[in-house]
């Protein structure tokens, strides 16, 4: 026994002596580890306080419920801001307002319901004039041999639930001019992928229209409707408490390059077209809203 002793007493203070000098030679090692750890830990709080990509509110900030809004008020509380010179129109499935003197919309608005994406209502092609609009839309004739597509803002494969919603789509006022190009591939690819998520995620609210930098020079048939340099889309899932937005804004040509190069946020929306898209949220709550852009949340 006397002989074990005399080999592990050796072998303690060796050991005490290297993690003593260690310790000195490394101050405050374990205190800032236990810093990191903590840290780590308060990142993972943090994290868990994010509502899909909306922030939790900082001190003297106001929460927002969507839940606090009648679901049959929601579509208009939701509309954007809103040109007091320009006309609102309302038709069955769809909201815009129109710009005359681009004779087309500045944005259209919808509720995208997954559950109706499953409709039967074939595609017509009724591409006529909306009446509606006070001033006069453009019509089809504007477009007749421009070389330029009739390139729907409300896509008509979103109103397939709806025998009216379908034949209301082919409004004029729901047209701008499009390269065939970018109508037929990477507009229509967007197109799909927002259907996709929709399918995904429930509800979402979608605003759509032209981006018009002021330097526009084409103009195109009798009515001389302006053939926008960009166009835009923005995209709210408002089912709580998965909150989340998403923009783009694509140039109106052709292109190669993946729908998430092309991804912003709501905010880079509302610079590039000075529209506020949900002017009637809370303000910090919009900002925060806004303000973020989390591509794992969509993709």
């Given at each position: 026994m006397k002989k074990k002793?005399?080999?592990?007493?050796?072998?303690?203070?060796?050991?005490?002596?290297?993690?003593?000098?260690?310790?000195?030679l490394h101050p405050g090692t374990t205190t800032e580890k236990l810093?990191?750890?903590?840290?780590?830990?308060?990142?993972?709080?943090?994290?868990?306080?994010?509502?899909?990509?909306?922030?939790?509110?900082?001190e003297n900030q106001i929460e927002f419920s969507f839940l606090s809004i009648?679901?049959?008020?929601?579509?208009?509380?939701?509309?954007?801001?809103?040109?007091?010179n320009k006309q609102i129109v309302r038709h069955t499935a769809y909201t815009l307002e129109?710009?005359?003197?681009?004779?087309?919309?500045?944005?259209?608005?919808y509720i995208l319901d997954g559950s109706k994406l499953k409709g039967g209502e074939d595609r017509k092609d009724n591409f006529r004039e909306d009446k509606a609009v006070k001033t006069g839309s453009a019509t089809p004739a504007d477009y007749r041999g421009s070389g330029y597509d009739r390139g729907h803002l409300a896509p008509a494969a979103d109103m397939n639930w709806s025998?009216?919603?379908?034949?209301?789509?082919?409004y004029m006022s729901n047209m701008s001019p499009q390269t065939k190009e970018f109508n037929r591939d990477i507009?229509?690819?967007?197109?799909?992928?927002?259907?996709?998520?929709?399918?995904?995620?429930?509800?979402?609210?979608?605003?759509?229209?032209?981006?018009?930098?002021?330097?526009?020079?084409?103009?195109?048939?009798k009515n001389e409707v302006t053939v926008p340099e960009y166009y835009y889309k923005v995209i709210l899932d408002y089912t709580e408490p998965e909150?989340?937005?998403?923009?783009?804004?694509?140039?109106?040509?052709?292109?190669?390059?993946?729908?998430?190069?092309?991804?912003?946020?709501?905010?880079?929306?509302?610079?590039?077209?000075?529209?506020?898209?949900?002017?009637?949220?809370?303000?910090?709550f919009e900002n925060r809203l806004e303000s973020i852009y989390e591509q794992d949340l969509w993709w």
């Open positions: 002793h005399s080999i592990l007493m050796p072998l303690f203070w060796l050991v005490l002596f290297l993690a003593l000098g260690y310790y000195i810093k990191e750890s903590l840290a780590g830990k308060d990142k993972i709080k943090k994290v868990e306080r994010v509502i899909k990509g909306v922030k939790a509110p900082e009648p679901s049959d008020s929601l579509y208009t509380y939701l509309l954007p801001s809103r040109d007091k129109y710009d005359e003197q681009h004779e087309q919309a500045d944005w259209v608005a025998k009216e919603a379908m034949s209301e789509s082919f507009w229509r690819k967007l197109e799909t992928q927002v259907r996709l998520w929709a399918l995904q995620h429930n509800v979402l609210y979608v605003v759509t229209g032209p981006v018009f930098t002021g330097e526009e020079t084409k103009k195109i048939g909150l989340k937005t998403i923009g783009f804004i694509l140039p109106n040509s052709k292109s190669t390059k993946e729908l998430k190069e092309y991804a912003v946020t709501v905010n880079e929306v509302e610079r590039k077209t000075g529209i506020d898209f949900f002017e009637k949220l809370p303000d910090d």
